[in-house]
C-alpha cells in the first residue's frame, strides 16, 4: 500500500506574505539568518504581523548548513520565549534549523502544539513542504539528514519578492538543486505517479525559468515560476525521496564546505550516467535499466529527445553541462581552485562510505558499490 499526503497548506503568488495579518497565531518566534534582518527584508514579515497583532520576537543566528550547537541554541530560546509558532524566514538553512529547533525543544519541554510557517527566501530546497531536516555535525564532518512526518511544516508562504535580492551564484546553485530534486524523485525507487507528475512540472519550469532567474534577478516572472518549481520538487521528493546524487552531495558539503545546490549540479551529470549505465562511450543495446526510460521523459520534457535512447540521455547530460557552464558553475572539483588534488582525494574512502549509508541513497534506482563511488567522486576531480 502507498499512501501521497500534502500536509502543508500552500499560500502563494502575488502579495502572499498578507497570509501573516490573519494566522492563527498570537506569539510567535521568527528564526532567520543575519542577511534577512540586516537587509532590512524582515520588515516585510514583521509589517504583516503587527498589523495581525501578533507577538513576536526573532532568533537571527541561523548559518549556512545548520550545525547542532546553533540548534540548541534555538532550543534554548524557544523554551524562554514559549511561543505559539515558529516562522522560519530564509534559504533551507534557517528552514531546516526551525524545523529541529521545535522538534528537539518539544522533546525537551512538551508545553503544547507549536506551528511552523516557513517563508523561503530561496527557491531551492523545497524545505517548506518536507518533512526532511538536514543538519551538520562539524566535528564529525557529517551531515545527517532527520526525517519524521513531525518535522513538515503545517503552511508555507511562497512570496517570491522575497528572492528578488538571491545573488546569481545563489540563484544558480539553488535552482539547479531544486532540478535534482525532481530528476532524482521521477527515477527514485519510491517513484509514484503523484510525485512524478508534481517533479516533471517542476523540471519543466526549470527548463524554461531557471536560465532567466539566473540572467536577470529582477524577472518577476522567472522568479516566480521557479519559486513555484522549487515546492513543487520539495512536494515530489517528500514522496519519492531522493538518490545518490544527494547521498555524495552531503559528503561534498560536508567535507569541503560546497554549497548543497552546487555539489548536487557538479555530481548530476555524473549519477546520470551511473544511473543509466551510459557514457559517451556507449553503444546502443536490446535492453536499458529502467531509470532510462525516466530520463527520456526527463529529457522530452526539456525538447531534448532525439534519435534514440543513448542519444537522449546524453543530450540529457550535455544539457546539465551546459546549464552548469552558462550559470559558471566549475564542472569539476579541480576548476573551483579552493581544494587542493591531495586533501580531495585523502577524503574519497571515508565520503564513499558515509554517502552509501546516506539515507538518501538507499532509494537510487541502481544499486552502488563503494567502487562505483570512490569511481564518481574520482571523476567529479
Ligand atoms: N530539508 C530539506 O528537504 C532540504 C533539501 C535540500 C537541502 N537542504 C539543506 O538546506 C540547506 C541549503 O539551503 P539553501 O540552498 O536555501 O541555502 P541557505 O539557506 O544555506 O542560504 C545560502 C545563503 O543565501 C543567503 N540568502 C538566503 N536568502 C537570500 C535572499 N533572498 N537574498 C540574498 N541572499 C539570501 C543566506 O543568507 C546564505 O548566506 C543545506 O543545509 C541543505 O543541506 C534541505
Ligand atoms: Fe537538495
Request: with cysteine.
Amino acid at each position: 500500500m502507498k499512501k501521497f499526503e500534502i500536509k502543508t497548506k500552500i499560500y502563494f503568488g502575488d502579495q502572499a506574505l498578507k497570509r501573516l495579518t490573519e494566522i492563527p497565531y498570537k506569539k510567535v518566534l521568527i528564526i532567520t539568518d543575519p542577511f534577512v534582518v540586516q537587509s532590512g527584508m524582515i520588515d516585510m514579515i514583521t509589517g504583516p504581523l503587527k498589523k495581525g497583532g501578533v507577538m513576536f520576537d526573532i532568533f537571527q543566528d541561523v548559518v549556512p548548513d545548520p550545525p547542532i550547537s546553533k540548534i540548541s541554541e534555538g532550543v534554548r530560546k524557544m523554551l524562554s520565549y514559549r511561543p505559539e509558532a515558529i516562522v522560519a524566514v530564509g534559504g533551507g538553512s534557517a528552514i531546516d534549523s526551525s524545523k529541529s529547533i521545535r522538534e528537539f525543544a518539544l522533546k525537551v519541554e512538551n508545553y503544547g502544539e507549536v506551528g511552523l510557517i516557513a517563508i523561503p527566501t530561496t527557491s531551492g530546497t523545497g524545505s517548506e513542504v518536507t518533512s526532511f531536516a538536514v543538519v551538520s555535525d562539524r566535528e564529525a564532518e557529517r551531515k545527517y539528514p532527520l526525517v519524521s512526518p513531525s518535522l513538515t511544516p503545517e503552511e508555507t508562504i511562497l512570496d517570491a519578492e522575497l528572492v528578488r535580492s538571491v545573488p546569481p551564484a545563489i540563484t544558480a546553485d539553488t535552482g539547479m538543486d531544486v532540478l535534482t530534486h525532481a530528476i532524482e524523485a521521477c527515477v527514485s525507487t519510491e517513484r509514484n505517479e503523484f510525485a512524478t507528475a508534481l517533479a516533471e512540472k517542476s523540471i519543466e519550469i526549470c527548463g524554461v525559468f531557471l536560465l532567466r532567474a539566473y540572467l536577470d534577478g529582477n524577472d518577476t516572472h522567472a522568479r516566480q515560476k521557479m519559486h513555484v518549481a522549487s515546492c513543487l520538487a520539495g512536494l515530489a521528493f517528500n514522496s519519492a525521496s531522493l538518490g545518490l546524487n544527494h547521498g555524495m552531495a552531503h559528503q561534498l558539503g560536508a567535507m569541503f564546505h560546497i554549497p548543497h545546490g552546487r555539489a548536487n549540479a557538479m555530481l548530476l551529470p555524473h549519477v546520470i550516467e551511473f544511473n543509466s549505465d551510459i557514457n559517451k562511450h556507449s553503444k546502443s543495446r536490446k535492453e536499458y535499466l529502467p531509470a532510462v526510460k525516466k530520463y527520456s521523459t526527463i529529457a522530452q520534457i526539456l525538447g531534448l529527445s532525439s534519435y534514440n535512447k543513448i542519444m537522449t540521455v546524453r543530450s540529457l547530460v550535455n544539457w546539465v553541462q551546459f546549464m552548469l557552464k552558462e550559470m559558471d558553475i566549475p564542472l569539476s572539483v579541480s576548476q573551483m581552485g579552493t581544494i587542493t588534488e591531495e586533501e580531495y582525494l585523502s577524503k574519497l574512502d571515508v565520503m564513499a562510505d558515509a554517502a552509501l549509508a546516506d539515507g538518501c541513497t538507499a532509494t537510487n534506482p541502481r544499486k552502488a558499490t563503494k567502487a562505483d563511488v570512490v569511481q564518481m567522486y574520482k571523476n567529479l576531480w
